[in-house]
């Protein structure tokens, strides 16, 4: 005996169902992402603005060299301007990525030209030389820090597209407080779902995190290696896992230098967590963790640390 087909009536209930299924797990399924506190996501660093402002938002690889733009900068004695005009410009030319390619023979975070000068590709790969270049270039210009930032970038660059680096100044100047100190506090990272470490990223070293310091800011952003602090001592035979920066001055406020000085290695150090396996950075009374990023920087009781301590993972 056969079946009897279904009824056009009966297989539209069906359809219906079906469809209602789906949706229905559809609805679960995102329900269960979007709440799950488990669930990292990317890898993000944020930098926070004054009065309510929108936050500037970027990922680690960027943050880094941001922050590498500025110490160099810093190392320099150059003031904010400088840093302003050359993150717009980086922001403009690469997105503040170090790429291999660009128009003809242009490179890295600048897109400066082998060709034109500016050294070989291997060298202009080099976020602290394109830096440097860069900055040497802007010194030369006139008035640089009281030109419109437009005006000042393509003295520089000799862009075919000069008005372009206007739209980048907002955020620039917001990352630039941060890096440069001025805003304490400002600027986080959270390592997201990258697997090998505490922090997300490689294994700590803090050999590698005292040799880029020294590189990035100049030598005397650290006393003699073999005289710093950590588990396991200090010199590169036995390092420890903390490297301590100190910071001259008695007034550790945000607005003072010593107070200045502290947050801009602070925020290098978070902003190159990701590269350099830090896991831990603590100044004055805040404190950064790899494992509580999503909470920023912290409120710590005790005293109140004069040293920027940086922990890098075991």
Known sequence: MSERAPTPRRGRRLLRLAAACAVL?????????????????????????????????IEPGQAANAATIQAVASARGLPERAVTIALATA????????????????????????SQGW?????????????????????????????PLTVAAQRVQRSGFP???????????????????????????????????????AAGDPVRVREK?????????????????G???????APGPVVSVPVQGTARGPGTDAGRRGWEVAHWAVAHSLELGIERVSYG????????????????RGASRSEVVIATTR
């Open 231 to 237: 588990s396991g001592g200090g010199g590169r035979s």
């Open 163 to 201: 008005e372009a680096y206007a739209k980048h100044e907002p955020d620039a100047a917001l990352l630039t407080a941060a890096l440069t100190g001025r805003r304490a506090a400002a600027l986080t990272c959270v390592p997201g779902s990258a697997s090998g470490s505490t922090s997300g990223g």
């Open 213 to 229: 310091l020294a590189r990035e800011f100049g030598r005397d952003v650290l006393p003699d290696p073999a005289a710093l602090g």
């Open 285 to 300: 009374n805040r404190v950064w963790e790899a494992e509580r990023a999503e909470e920023g920087w912290r409120t710590t």
């Open 119 to 147: 050294g070989t590709p291997e060298q202009i790969m080099d976020p602290v030389y394109a830096a440097g270049k860069f900055y040497d270039h802007l010194v030369k210009v006139p008035g640089y820090s009281r030109l």
């Open 91 to 114: 922001m403009q030319e690469s997105a503040l990525r170090n790429i291999d390619y660009g128009d003809r023979d242009s490179v890295g975070l600048f897109q400066q030209r082998p």
């Open 25 to 57: 797990l559809g609805l679960v399924g995102y329900l269960a992402v979007r709440h799950d506190p488990g669930g990292p996501g990317p890898a993000r660093c944020t930098v926070t603005a004054a009065r309510g402002g929108e936050p500037y938002e």
